[in-house]
């Protein structure tokens, strides 16, 4: 049996576990190796990044650096000119004490008079004198306008409140002239009330006689012939019970009242064809004048009448007829303010 065995086939080796191990153990280094490598870029990374940081630094640097060489230079350049100005400024002075040492030693050894030195440093000291005099007095003036305008000041203030004062007052005495008118006002209608009614009762109902508004009206032919200013007999008439009323009413209105009769004249449209009174103008105007002065004439005050002519331009009646004629040739009285 012992041969049988012996007479078997050999026995075959087992690679594939020792080639998955090798294998094993070549994938765990690449492994290793490929971490290694990673760690290595990721320091490098991290260093390259603050190479540029640390350079961006320095370039921030240079440019303050650039910044401070150029202000550097500019500070310079200004001292350098600011030397120059002295250093001409230096050999200015240098000439002018070389010329007040030759000045001086000429003056000490008596090869130049010192007399013309003497009379200009004179004459500078009273330029300066008369310059300190005039600037003094100034100061006098200036303190003088001061006070002056101080006093103005205080006299604006206080006319101000005088002028404040009398425009109350003056507010005041218009109200109460105002008033004081009115009544006058209210009084004179009054007056001229009871004057026209007087008028009415004297010179009776008569056609040609009549009140208009404010006014008392008389045809002109009760007054007056045709194309004349004379008053005639039977104007005379009227007129007398006229000038009677009134100087009665002159007694009756008070003197404060400022009163006057106006006597209008009025003529029609027509143009007069007469060589006393080239128009109409005239012979209204002519009119009035001739019943003012027989008003006078018969004791009526000067000082409360007045006369005005009025032509053809103020008519009652704007008409053709005859009877419009009549109306507007007319003499109006109208007791009003002076």
């Known amino acids: 049996m012992a041969l049988a065995r012996s007479r078997r086939q050999p026995r075959q080796i087992d690679y594939w576990p020792g080639f998955v191990d090798a294998l094993s153990t070549m994938l765990l280094a690449i492994t290793f190796l490929l971490s290694v490598f990673m760690m290595a870029q990721f320091f490098l990374a991290r260093e390259v990044t603050g190479k540029d940081t640390v350079l961006a630094q320095l370039h921030k640097q240079i440019d303050e650096l650039t910044s401070l060489l150029a202000l550097e230079r500019a500070g310079k350049s200004d001292t350098d000119n600011q030397l120059a100005a002295l250093a001409a400024t230096l050999d200015a002075t240098k000439k002018d004490k070389d010329q007040l040492e030759a000045a001086l030693a000429a003056a000490k050894g008596g090869t130049a008079p010192t007399g013309g030195l003497d009379q200009q440093l004179a004459a500078e000291k009273q330029v ?56 006058k006002v209210q009084e004179l209608t009054r007056y001229r009330s009871d004057f026209f009614g007087r008028l009415r009762q004297i010179l009776g109902d008569r056609p040609d006689i009549r009140v208009v508004g404010d006014r008392f009206v008389f045809q002109s032919e009760v007054l007056f012939d045709s194309g004349q200013a004379t008053v005639n007999p039977a104007g005379d008439a009227e007129l007398d019970k006229l000038a009677s009323a009134i100087v009665e009413l002159e007694h009756e209105i008070p003197p404060e009242i400022p009163w006057i009769l106006r006597v209008d004249g009025h003529t029609d449209k027509r143009p007069i064809q007469s060589a006393q009174f080239p128009s109409n103008w005239q012979l209204s105007t002519a009119r009035a004048v001739a019943v003012v002065q027989y008003l006078i004439s018969k004791g009526v005050d000067p000082q409360r009448l007045a006369a005005a002519g009025f032509g053809e331009f103020q008519p009652i009646d704007p008409g053709d007829s005859d009877d419009a004629y009549s109306k507007n040739r007319r003499i109006e009285l109208k007791l009003t303010e002076r």
């Open 128 to 183: 300066s004198a008369r310059a300190l005099a005039q600037i003094d007095i100034l100061n006098q003036q200036i303190a003088a306008l001061r006070k002056q305008l101080a006093a103005i000041e205080d006299a604006l203030s206080a006319s101000e409140a005088k002028d404040q004062e009398s425009q109350a007052k003056i507010a005041d005495l218009g109200a109460r002239l105002n008033v004081a008118l009115a009544q």
